[in-house]
């Protein structure tokens, strides 16, 4: 059973980090990309966050460069993002997505407020 498990969102100040968790199972997670993708209510859920099988290549959109960081671990079926200087504009539900399986997780809820 293919199974995208989301965890580490919560309630944080701006500026402030989080740090979210994917934990993949049933599918061969190391021949995947992963990304980190998030929405927020009325609109498109978007990629922000890729890295490759390897864990070698990542790729970013704009408005997370140089504060998030997706990272992965094959050994524990993982994958992270590390989100630091969080704005109020990052609020959304982060989805992990498993590119070989064209599979979205439940989803982890980010609220950035002071």
């Known amino acids: 059973q293919v199974q995208l498990v989301e965890s580490g969102g919560g309630l944080v100040q701006p500026g402030g980090s989080l740090r979210l968790s994917c934990a993949a199972s049933?599918?061969?997670?190391?021949?995947?990309?992963m990304s980190w993708g998030r929405q927020v209510p009325e609109n498109e859920r978007e990629l922000v966050a890729t890295?490759?099988?390897?864990?070698?290549?990542?790729n970013y959109v704009d408005s997370v460069k140089g504060r998030f960081t997706i990272s992965r671990d094959n050994a524990k079926n993982t994958v992270y993002l590390q989100m630091n200087s969080l704005k109020p504009e990052d609020t959304a539900v982060y989805y992990c997505?498993?590119?070989?399986?064209?599979?979205w997780g439940q989803g982890t809820q980010v609220n950035v407020s002071s």
């Open positions: 997505y498993a590119h070989l399986l064209h599979r």
């Open positions: 049933g599918f061969a997670f190391a021949r995947s990309a």
């Open positions: 890295v490759i099988n390897t864990g070698g290549t990542t």
